[in-house]
């Protein structure tokens, strides 16, 4: 076992990762009326603390939140596929911003394509 991805990318990666990702939320008009303004703060947070847990940091996502049960949690959103194509590309340009060692962005990318895929809860409208 070689060093997890927030060995490497740290709080700091992930952080600076979700918020590049949240800066485009807003503006967004097929993303943006599915999260409430006043909660994007929060859902950064939230992203954050999931993605640091999920590889290989504290655990505060589990802490604060419970079993992530992700699908669960993403049935009140219209997610079609059009939706998660959407939220790829503000997750890939969030990436580039990141700038992380290559590798890391690969591993990064096909996890969140893989389970962006997964949240798909609608047919597409
Ligand atoms: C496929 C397209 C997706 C859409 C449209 C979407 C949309 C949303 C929305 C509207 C929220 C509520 C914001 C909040 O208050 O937290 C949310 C929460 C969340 N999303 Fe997504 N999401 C998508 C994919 C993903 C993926 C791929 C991941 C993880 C890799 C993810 C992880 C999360 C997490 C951890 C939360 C917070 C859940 C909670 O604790 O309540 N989402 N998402």
């Known amino acids: 076992m070689g060093p997890t991805l927030y060995d490497i990318v740290g709080e700091d990666g992930f952080d600076r990762l979700t918020r590049a990702f949240y800066a485009q939320v807003p503006e967004d008009e097929l993303l943006g009326p599915m999260y409430p303004p006043e909660q994007l703060e929060a859902a950064q947070v939230r992203l954050r603390d999931f993605l ?70 609608r047919a597409r409208g």
């Open 52 to 121: 640091v847990g999920r590889f290989g940091g504290p655990q505060r996502y589990i802490e604060q939140r419970g079993h992530p049960r992700l699908r669960m949690r993403h049935m009140p959103f219209p997610i079609d596929g059009r939706a998660r194509d959407r939220w790829m590309a503000l997750m890939a340009n969030a990436l580039k911003k990141a700038r992380f060692p290559a590798a890391v962005t690969q591993s990064l990318y096909r996890y969140f394509a893989q389970t962006a895929t997964f949240m798909i809860n």
